[in-house]
């Protein structure tokens, strides 16, 4: 059984910084896809970031050049590093594991306050 477990969401305001890891347990995540999603109140769930087994990654545009996304095998952690901060970015950040299998981590709660 594959788990996913968020952290490091939390309250910053406009500007600031926050670094979000996804701990994954089960040996199949060096050779999937982690991807974060968030959903802010009222909204459909959206694609932030994406990494791949190899470390290719891609981003929304609304965030490219402020987020991050990288991995760390031997940790199996995945980390989204958000720099300048906007209170659009507000949300529930999710980690999702795609590959053999499916699996949704439980979420982390990221605000923005102007």
């Known amino acids: 059984q594959v788990q996913l477990v968020e952290s490091g969401g939390g309250l910053v305001q406009a500007g600031g910084s926050l670094r979000l890891s996804c701990a994954a347990s089960g040996s199949i995540f060096r050779i999937s896809a982690i991807r974060w999603y968030r959903q802010a109140p009222g909204k459909q769930r959206e694609l932030v970031a994406g990494i791949t087994s190899g470390g290719s990654t891609n981003y929304a545009d609304f965030v490219k050049a402020r987020f991050t996304i990288s991995r760390d095998n031997a940790k199996n952690t995945v980390y989204l590093q958000m720099n300048s901060l906007k209170p659009e970015d507000t949300a529930v950040y999710y980690c999702?594991?795609?590959?053999?299998?499916?699996?949704w981590g439980q979420g982390t709660l990221v605000t923005v306050s102007s």
């Open positions: 999702n594991l795609v590959g053999i299998l499916e699996v």
